[in-house]
C-alpha cells in the first residue's frame, strides 16, 4: 500500500495567539496546493492559540490541518486543567499528539496514560500521532529496540487494528529532539522498522502496512528528503523547524519531493 506522507508541525509551549496568527497566515502566503499533493501538513499550536489558528487556516483555506499537542483522555468532568478532545474535535481538530517524549519525562505519562489518552482521540473522530523513542542510555545499553516494542506494543493494544491502520506512530528517539544530531537515515530507517514490525504482533500486518511510521529529532529542510526516502519512513514529526515559517514549507517541500 502506498501511505501519504505526513509532515507535522509541534510548536510546543511557544507562540502566543497572535504569534501563531502571523506564523500561518505566512505558511499561507508560501504553500501552494501543489506543495501538499501526496502529503498531509499539521500544525500543532499551543491550546490558547487553536480558536485562532483554526479562523486563519478555514477563511484563507491554507492546505494544512489543526493539530493538537496533547489532551485529556477524559471527555468531561472535573478535571482541571485539562482540555477535553471533544472540544479539540469542535475546533476541527484533525490529529493530536499523545506520549511525546517531554510529557512522559516531564509529567509523569506512562504507557498506560499514553492508552487510554490514544482511546479518547479515537472516540472523537480525530488521529493521533503516538510518540516513542529509547533515550540516549538505553541506545548506548542496546536496549532501544525493547523500549520501542514496549511502548508501540502499548499504544497499539488500546486500539483496534483498523483504527491503528489509521493512526500515526512517531519514532522520536530522545537523544536527538532539540540537540541539532538528527538519527542517520539508516538508523532511523531501522527504529521505524522494528515500529512496524511491532505493530503487525500486534495488530496485524493490515494494520502494520498502513500505520504511518514518522521520524522526528533535529529534522531540517536538509536532512528531510533522505529520512523521508526511507522506505519505513512515512513523514516528519519537527519541533524546532517548525517556528518558522520558510524551515518548515522547506522541510514539506523536501517531504514532498523525495518520492
Ligand atoms: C519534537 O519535539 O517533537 C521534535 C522533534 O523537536 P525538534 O525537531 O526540535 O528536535
Not at 250 to 258: D, E, K, P
Amino acid at each position: 500500500m502506498v501511505r501519504r506522507r505526513l509532515v507535522s508541525g509541534n510548536w510546543k509551549m511557544n507562540l502566543d495567539h497572535l504569534q501563531a496568527i502571523h506564523l500561518v497566515q505566512d505558511l499561507g502566503l508560501r504553500l501552494s496546493d501543489g506543495d501538499v499533493v501526496g502529503l498531509d501538513v499539521s500544525v500543532h499550536p499551543p491550546f490558547t492559540d487553536l480558536r485562532s489558528v483554526q479562523s486563519v487556516v478555514e477563511e484563507r483555506r491554507i492546505p494544512v490541518f489543526l493539530g493538537a499537542q496533547d489532551c485529556s483522555s477524559e471527555d468531561a468532568g472535573a478535571y482541571t486543567g485539562e482540555v477535553s478532545p471533544v472540544m479539540l474535535a469542535r475546533l476541527h481538530v484533525t490529529y493530536v499528539i499523545a506520549g511525546h517524549s517531554e510529557r512522559r519525562r516531564l509529567f509523569g505519562e506512562t504507557d498506560g496514560v499514553v492508552a487510554a489518552k490514544l482511546r479518547a482521540i479515537v472516540r472523537n473522530g480525530m488521529t493521533p500521532i503516538c510518540c516513542v523513542g529509547e533515550t540516549a542510555e538505553e541506545r548506548d545499553a542496546g536496549t532501544a529496540r525493547d523500549r520501542l516494542v514496549t511502548q508501540v506494543s502499548s499504544a497499539v493494544s488500546a486500539l483496534v487494528p483498523e483504527q491503528v491502520a489509521g493512526m500515526a506512530i512517531a519514532y522520536e528517539p530522545v537523544w536527538a529532539i532539540g540537540t541539532g544530531s538528527a538519527a542517520t537515515p539508516g538508523d532511523a530507517q531501522e527504529a521505524c522498522a522494528w515500529v512496524r514490525e511491532a505493530v503487525g504482533e500486534v495488530a496485524g500486518a493490515e494494520a502494520a502496512d498502513g500505520v504511518r511510521v514518522l521520524y522526528g529529532g533535529s529534522v531540517t529542510p536538509d536532512n528531510t528528503a533522505e529520512l523521508v526516502g526511507q522506505p519505513d519512513v512515512d513523514g516528519v514529526l519537527v519541533g524546532g523547524a517548525s517556528l518558522e515559517a520558510p524551515s518548515f514549507v522547506g522541510i514539506v517541500r523536501a517531504a514532498n519531493g523525495a518520492r
